[in-house]
């Protein structure tokens, strides 16, 4: 498994403004993934984050809205820019391990709330 | 289309068992995942099935049928801290996973 940490873990941010999303793992990986999750509502995925490669954007994201950052095999980000109120919604970070299934492990979320 | 079909909402007794109802449709097919999520919290691994047939693990047991494209989670001797939606996911051809819209699992004492 791997320990995913992101930060911040909730915002509260006005119309217009942007925010970065960090998510740190302890353990080199290859595949990050960016979803968000409104409230009650299944996964969707925004992008996959793969080290050394430009991010892949799902159908509905673009990379002016949510640029993303794969600097190195631990570490990723995520901005949400010239945020509304339709952004307002839990935002994961997730690792795919090499191992026997490929499950996912999930960061703990950002809960973002936009004014 | 890729779709993943499961129940919004299940209402089940402590102590007893449940069974939470999958069906996918993929383009390709590697596999399907059962994730866990309690109320604010992120998604936990539960299992996983990519051949037909039945895991078992502790409480928890999932199943695959990969002609009828069905999959289910099994839980027994419910208990409260079970309360949490319940996530069926499939990986299709390019190793995507498909997500389903979640089962919301309710237990009363």
């Known amino acids: 498994s791997a320990v995913i940490s992101q930060k911040p873990s909730r915002d509260i941010c006005q119309r217009g403004t942007s925010l970065t999303i960090q998510c740190q793992v302890d353990?080199?990986?290859?595949?990050m993934f960016w979803y968000r999750q409104q409230p009650g509502q299944s996964l969707t995925l925004i992008a996959t984050?793969?080290?050394?490669?430009?991010?892949?954007?799902e159908s509905g994201f673009v990379i002016d809205k949510f640029p993303i950052s794969r600097p190195n095999l631990t570490f990723s980000t995520l901005t949400v820019s010239n945020m509304s109120p339709e952004d307002s919604s839990i935002y994961l970070c997730s690792v795919g391990l090499a191992g026997d299934f490929g499950e996912q492990y999930f960061g703990p979320g950002t809960r973002l709330t936009v004014t | 289309g890729q779709n993943i079909d499961q129940p919004t909402e299940m209402t089940a007794t402590e102590g007893a068992i449940v069974q939470i109802n999958c069906t996918y449709q993929t383009s390709g097919f590697n596999g399907l995942f059962w994730y866990q999520q309690h109320a604010g919290e992120a998604p936990t691994f539960l299992s996983y099935n990519v051949l037909d047939g039945l895991e078992e693990k502790g409480r928890f047991s999932s199943f695959l049928s990969r002609s009828k494209g069905y999959s289910y989670l099994l839980l027994k001797e419910l208990q409260m801290k079970d309360s949490a939606s319940y996530l069926c996911?499939?990986?299709?051809?390019?190793?995507?996973?498909?997500w389903g819209a979640g089962t919301k699992l309710i237990i009363k004492p």
């Open positions: 996911a499939a990986k299709d051809s390019n190793y995507q996973l498909i």
């Open positions: 984050a793969n080290q050394g490669s430009e991010a892949t954007y």
């Open positions: 353990s080199q990986v290859t595949m």
